[in-house]
């Protein structure tokens, strides 16, 4: 069946429906990365949004099981890519992408012309789109920035890995999987919290807290801020990611915006501040830290655009990272991250 991409300027694009048939709408972006579609699209912070795939190959390993997911189902809202590739060819892959994606009832088409496609969202910035298919109930256009959707992504309840030399409390505002993969595999106790779980007011023990990554604008997770000021006034060792660097500057007094079309790939260089080093790094974000708060320094930028990639405090235990050190899908130049927090503690 063929459906159309319609962005909010008017402009419609045709294309071959591999997913599932049914309209949707929301923020169309693009991605860079040659490879780990499977983890991109399990991604929380992907949540609300239309992913375009400029690399042109997708599906030609196929989809393997959940334990090489970011969460435990699709975030996107839609898939689109130039050049869908079946059957796929992988030891590990249990059933194709198409077939995935309408397990999970997620529309995907291929448009040939992807390099036109993001060459509009780079041009005019990040826009609204929907997917409609003939013969089918149509959708308004739908803005994720609107509501708060740290809330829609979070853990329901509290997670205790129970074992580990110390206790990290993970802030899940839309975790990564491999972020607690991380943590546990270098020995670690991780308790993964909701976003508004206020774990100082119920005095549990732990030594430091890690803010995860999640989706949409941060100033909406306005209860996640709350809590992050009252662990700084605590001096509790902090590491923030992606979502979490953004979350740490504003309840630090800090400021966030909104970037044109944001950074979503695997080769965002991240230059060390004071350093002649840079870093190949996955990233995936939309906003960015604006406003560097008042006992901070810049601890990385990005070397393409200028814009804050972490931030670290002058005196105390506590930084945070806008990319993903966590690496999935890599590269892995940053893992040393976790080690570096870990030896703070």
Known sequence: MTGRLILEDKTVWEGESFGFEEATAGEIVFSTGMMGYPESLTDPSYNGQILVTT?????????????????NHIQVKALIVSNYNQPPSHFSSIRTLSQW?????????????????TQKIREKGTMLAKIVF????????????????????STKTVVDSKKGRKTIVLMDCGAKENIRRELIERGMRV???????????KRLRFDALA?????GDPKKALKSIE????????????????????????????DTRKLKYGHRSQNQPALMEGSQRCFITTQNHGFEVSKIPQGF???????????????????????SVQFHPEARPGPTDCNWIFDFFLKKI
């Open 55 to 71: 690399y042109p190959i997708i599906g030609n390993y196929g989809v393997s099981d959940k334990s090489t997911w970011e969460s």
């Open 101 to 117: 994606l309408k397990d999970e009832k997620i529309p995907a088409l291929q448009i040939k012309d992807t390099r036109a496609l």
């Open 134 to 153: 003939d013969g089918k109930e149509e959708v308004e256009f739908y803005n994720p920035d609107l509501e708060n959707l740290v809330e829609k992504v």
């Open 191 to 201: 308790i993964t919290v909701p976003w508004n779980y206020d774990f100082i007011e």
């Open 211 to 215: 803010i995860s990554n999640g989706p």
């Open 227 to 254: 809590i992050i000021q009252k662990a700084l006034k605590l001096n509790i060792p902090i590491l923030g990611i992606c979502l979490g660097n953004q979350l740490l500057a504003l309840a630090a007094g800090g």
């Open 297 to 319: 320094k810049a601890w990385f930028t990005n070397a393409n655009d200028g814009s804050n990639e972490g931030i670290t405090h002058k005196t105390k235990p506590i930084m």
